[in-house]
C-alpha cells in the first residue's frame, strides 16, 4: 500500500487543502524534498503561487529544490488533472499537515502501542525530572507525568505544543510543561534530568542528539529511545551506531501485532 493510501485510511473524513502547505514550519519544510512527488508539488506550486513564496520565505535552502522540478516538470493547464495532482501530493504528506492542523485528530487516530512498563522496567520515574524529547502529542509525558516531579515536553511544532498545554490545563496536571526545542537542541541546562526518553524521534540527526542527550541527562541517568518497525526486515540504520562502543545502548526487541518493536537504554556514566 502507497503510503498516501495508508494516511487515507488513517485519517479518514478528514478534509485537506493546498493552503495547508502554508501551516508547515521551517523544519518540515526542510523535509519535503525526500518526502514529495516532484511532478505533483510542481503542478501544485503552479497553481499556488503564494505557497511557492511563502516555503521559500520560510526555509530558503528549498529554493533551489523547487527550482529544479519546476524546470524538470511542464505545466499543467487541465484543472482537473490539477487537482488530482494536488491531493495526491497532500496526502503524501498528510502526517506533516495533520500535525499542525489537527492535533486532537492525530492523538485520537495514531495509537501508542507500547506498554509504559517498557520505561519503568529499566528505572523509576518517582521523584525524577524527564525528558520526553519529540513528545508530539504527549502520550509518554503524560504517563510519564503520574509517576515523575517534573516533566518536559519538547516538540518543535506549535501546534502540538498548544495541545500538550492545553490538555494540562483541561487535565490539572500541574507537572507537566511543553517546551520548543529538537533532540539534537533541547532547552534544558547541563546534568539537569533524571530520565530522557523518546518514541519514534530519535535519528533524523543522530551523532549531534546523542551528544545532545548526553549533555542533559545527569551523571547516572537513563536514555530510553523506543522505536517501532512495521516491517521486521527492514534496515535499521541507527542500530549499529546506538550499540556501537561510543555509545553502548543496549538493544532489546520483540514481534506483536502492530510489527517490530525496538527498545534502546542506557546509563549515563
Not at 493547464?77 to 492542523?101: F, G, H
Not at 508530539?136 to 507525568?145: M, R
Request: hydrophobic share 40%; aromatic share 10%; net charge neutral.
Amino acid at each position: 500500500m502507497k503510503y498516501s493510501e495508508t494516511l487515507k485510511e488513517l485519517f479518514a473524513g478528514i478534509t485537506l487543502n493546498a493552503e495547508d502547505l502554508l501551516l508547515l514550519e521551517a523544519f518540515q519544510i526542510k523535509y519535503l524534498p525526500a518526502r514529495v512527488p516532484k511532478k505533483e508539488f510542481s503542478a501544485l506550486l503552479r497553481a499556488n503561487p503564494v505557497i511557492h513564496r511563502y516555503l521559500i520565505s520560510k526555509y530558503t535552502p528549498i529554493e533551489d529544490f523547487i527550482s529544479t522540478i519546476l524546470k524538470e516538470n511542464k505545466p499543467i493547464n487541465n484543472k482537473s488533472t490539477i487537482e488530482k495532482y494536488c491531493q495526491e501530493l497532500l496526502w503524501e504528506i498528510a502526517d506533516l499537515i495533520v500535525y499542525n492542523k489537527y492535533p486532537e485528530i492525530y492523538d485520537a487516530k495514531v495509537e501508542f502501542a507500547w506498554d509504559f512498563r517498557e520505561i519503568t522496567s529499566v528505572i523509576s520515574l518517582e521523584g525524577k525530572v524527564v525528558i520526553d524529547a519529540g513528545a508530539g502529542t504527549g502520550k509518554l509525558a503524560f504517563q510519564a507525568a503520574q509517576i515523575a516531579v517534573t516533566v518536559f515536553a519538547i516538540e518543535p511544532v506549535t501546534s502540538l505544543r498548544r495541545f500538550i498545554r492545553d490538555k494540562a490545563n483541561k487535565e490539572n496536571v500541574k507537572n507537566l510543561y511543553a517546551m520548543d526545542g529538537f533532540l539534537d537542541s533541547i532547552p534544558l541546562p547541563d546534568n539537569s534530568a533524571d530520565v530522557l526518553m523518546t518514541s519514534n524521534a530519535i535519528g533524523w540527526n543522530l551523532e549531534d542528539e546523542l551528544k545532545e542527550i548526553e549533555r542533559v541527562l545527569k551523571p547516572n541517568a537513563c536514555a530510553i529511545h523506543l522505536l517501532r518497525n512495521s516491517d521486521p526486515k527492514a534496515e535499521n540504520p541507527l542500530h549499529n551506531i546506538l550499540i556501537s562502543p561510543d555509545w553502548k545502548y543496549t538493544c532489546t526487541q520483540y514481534n506483536d501485532n502492530n510489527g517490530l518493536k525496538i527498545k534502546y537504554y542506557k546509563i549515563r556514566t
